[in-house]
């Protein structure tokens, strides 16, 4: 595609609900984040991914968070028992290569989840 | 402890100056250091990669430097215009493929 998809674009969750949110990353794209950005600071890391290997989980911040690639595509980001303090923009980047660092990385436009 | 901090949440500059973004690091030694913008409810677009070796970097009417023994970058954006106004962050990599952000500081150019 394009650019990096994300959906939904926005989610409404009761507190307690899980919620599952879908990442397309640019077609060929080896390395895919999920960051997670509180309004009005950075964006902060969860989980990396080189092709489906998950090499870097050490941002989940519990073990209701939990993120896969089966196929080395899409990815998608699961939480359990959605608490309130979840809410917040999740963010997914990917990069052409397999070590990102010195290649441009595409950020989504986001999923904004609220919990009420 | 490890921290990235950017010189001030906001900024405001009048149209046609310099506007001059400061980041800087403690306890981190990246090889890479990135600088984003970020438009409200939108995903970061990358603008500019430096790397510990290289001193400046340009693009345009953006300049980026990186100080490894200051342990800072300054990012500069020259005859700024009012489409410039937007959250920039910075972003270094992190003993691994995975970046760490800055908390951004917000531009705002006046015409």
């Known amino acids: 595609g394009a650019g990096v998809s994300q959906s939904p674009r926005y989610k409404v969750a009761k507190r307690g609900q899980d919620v599952a949110l879908r990442c397309d990353p640019i077609?060929?794209?080896?390395?895919l984040f999920w960051y997670q950005q509180a309004l009005g600071q950075g964006p902060e890391f969860l989980t990396y991914?080189?092709?489906?290997?998950?090499?870097?989980k050490s941002g989940l911040p519990s073990d209701r968070f939990f993120a896969e690639r089966p196929e080395g595509s899409v990815s998608t980001l699961k939480i359990q028992r959605t608490q309130q303090e979840d809410s917040a923009v999740y963010l997914c980047a990917s990069s052409l290569r397999q070590d990102p660092r010195g290649n441009t990385i595409y950020f989504g436009e986001g999923s904004w989840l609220t919990v009420v | 402890s490890q921290k990235i901090e950017q010189n001030s949440e906001a900024l405001n500059i009048q149209e046609g100056k310099t506007a001059t973004l400061t980041c800087n690091y403690t306890?981190?030694?990246?090889?890479?250091l990135q600088w984003y913008r970020q438009d409200p409810g939108r995903g970061p677009v990358f603008l500019l990669l430096i790397r510990e070796n290289e001193k400046e970097k340009r693009k345009e009417r953006l300049k980026v430097t990186f100080d490894t023994t200051l342990k800072q970058s300054l990012f500069h954006i020259t005859a700024s215009q009012p489409a410039d106004s937007a959250t920039y962050l910075c972003a270094l990599d992190n003993y691994g493929q995975n970046f760490v952000f800055g908390p951004g500081t917000r531009l705002s150019v006046l015409p």
């Open positions: 077609s060929g794209h080896v390395s």
């Open positions: 306890n981190y030694s990246p090889a890479y």
């Open positions: 991914f080189q092709n489906e290997a998950q090499l870097d």
